[in-house]
């Protein structure tokens, strides 16, 4: 029987509102032990922010972390998955766009999760070395 993405799915993803600068966005990562945050204005998803979005299309381009908004940089509009879809298909998905993370969302547009590489491969092969790391990194132990 194939699972479903709200099986998987890492739930209560960290959003912060597009006005939120670089700086914060960044101590918001930092304290919940994360690599990326959810973009919202008002409650809708709009963007995923990434730390490699922080140093590639912020730091490298000179801007300042504090004056910056997330929506200047993040990713816009990202793909998304619905929490029933079944994982093949944010597999399918994630390879076709070179994706390595996926928010959740229901139809009625509702951010429930994120589903990411190391969420798939726990599923795949929990044995699997990949596994193991995003395991440890659940139990906050990334540094």
Request: proline share 5%.
């Amino acid at each position: 029987m194939t699972r479903r993405v709200h099986e998987v799915m890492t739930r209560n993803p960290v959003t912060v509102e597009g006005r939120t600068s670089l700086a914060e966005a960044a101590r918001v990562m930092r304290d919940a032990g994360i690599g990326d945050v959810l973009v919202v204005d008002g409650g809708r998803l709009c963007g995923i922010l990434t730390d490699r979005d922080l140093v590639v299309r912020a730091l490298a381009e000179d801007r300042d972390p504090a004056g910056t908004t997330v929506l200047a940089v993040c990713s816009a509009e990202p793909l998304t998955v619905g929490p029933d879809d079944h994982v093949d298909e944010a597999v399918d998905l994630m390879r076709r766009h070179a994706l390595r993370r996926l928010p959740v969302r229901t139809g009625s547009g509702e951010i429930v999760g994120i589903v990411t590489l190391g969420d798939l491969e726990v599923e795949r092969d929990p044995g699997s070395p990949l596994a193991s790391i995003a395991a440890a990194v659940e139990e906050g132990h990334e540094r």
